[in-house]
């Protein structure tokens, strides 16, 4: 397909789901603004993601994110910036874990110790969380609910989706072709460990930021699906990247209206979705 | 083409590399002068492509230095990136990836000629157009993935990869692997025609395709077994010193 295909389909959902407020008033502005930053972010670091095959780190980084939140906000109690604290931490973890990829120790080694060490000091942060920041809070950080999100939140997660997005098409071609090569694109004068870090920071940046919005347990379908979708629907790094994009967009605007719809949690019905787009271009690209 | 006033040139002083500590190069010392074909033979496990990488500065020797046209590019890919252009072994495509060739050939030479973003570029169509025709990529392929491709037409892709970098070194890591006769032949002519200005180094299990191209031939088996003119070295090397065939072929 095209890419203007993509570009229409993209402003189409975007459309839909700005219009959605006026249609549905249980839906706010905040609630948009989140969604769509959360597309935007999701959709083309997932892009990214697929074509390094770094699938580990959409698996660790939800965790990762889930432990920064309970966490930061036992540090700060009511004093508030936990947002901050539990992105820093985060980019540590990730970073992390990037370098010890670099050094040679493998995905599935990095993948088994980190989940093992966040999954379980989470469980002791959510217990200490509770008390602080309410079992309502704890509830939103794993199921996610972009209703809840106060107009600072669905501004940031605008502002941090478009950043992403713009930063992810600016180096989806260099990405891509480390992912072919990367012995290759050292030679070539790449300064691989650049763009790794950037795609390592990214990826880092819209989960901890997005975590509220989708929840934990989306999180990784979202920075997973569109970009193993759009690897089988698109070719060339320019067109997969706006397609992931463009995919990420489709199933947050119909998830949140069929959420609205049936009264369920709209990344639920989203993460739905996305499963059900990635089996049915499997089967129209496969057989 | 490129137009080069000094001599490619490799030279390799005392190089050891070791893998966990099992050795894979023992004391390597070399000068390869360009231009013209050098093949670098060998059986499995003897150190060709790790020979290879380390002139790329890819991997860094435990002891030893390398230079390029006279610099220092020990451990250094980038700075070996301005000399050298590296074709890593590869059989098959990569299965996953959704990158088209051109856009593969065309990153190739972006990446050396173009800064961040490289998102409109242009200068380069010609040259990419010229290297997918030179090594035999139909233009009906030039906007398939690389995952669409067969392990011969993706080793094709690969060298006109290297090709449109214009780079004055090329380290081509078994170019022909996958190839079939056909292409063999037609792709050792376009290597020939390459290395009429440039050093090409080679690393192969065969070494007949490219056999009458070939200036120099490095034997080697962890360490340099014997260098020198092709005929000459295939002949006087010991009975199984590196494949017992080669002997008989060349009828001893």
Redesign the interface.
Known sequence: MDIRLYLALLIVSLVTLLITPKLHWVVSYPTVMAVIGSSLAFGSISALIAARRLYFLAHVTPHMALLAAPLSAIVLGHKGGDWILAVLLVLVLVWTSGYALYKGVSSDVIASIMVSFTASATVLALYYAQRIAGAGRVSQLILGDPLLVTSFEGLTALIVGLLVAVFSLSIAREVFFVGVSRETALVSGLKVWIYDFTLYTLMALSVAIMLRITGFLVTSVLTLLPGAIAVIVARGSLQVTLASITIASIASALGLLASISLNMPPSGVTGLILVTIYALARVARFG | MHEFKDIPMVRLDSVHVSFNGVRALDSISLELRGPGIIQVLGPNGAGKSTLL?VI???IRPVRGSVYVNGVDVTRR??V???F?????Q?NEP?G?????VW??VE??V???KAR????VVGGVRGVVERCLSMVGVPRGSW????SELSGGMFQRVLIA?VLV?GAPIMLLDEPLASVDPEGRVALSRVLSQLATDRLVVVTSHDPHPLLEHTRLVVALNKRVVAIGDPHEVLSRLAPGALYPYWVSEHGH
Request: aromatic share 16%.
């Open positions: 990488k790329a500065g890819l890919s980038d070996a990136g301005m050298v252009a590296y074709m890593p590869s990569p996953w990836s959704p990158l088209t856009e593969f990153t190739s972006l990446t050396r961040w973003p490289r998102f906007y398939l993935r690389l990869s970098t």
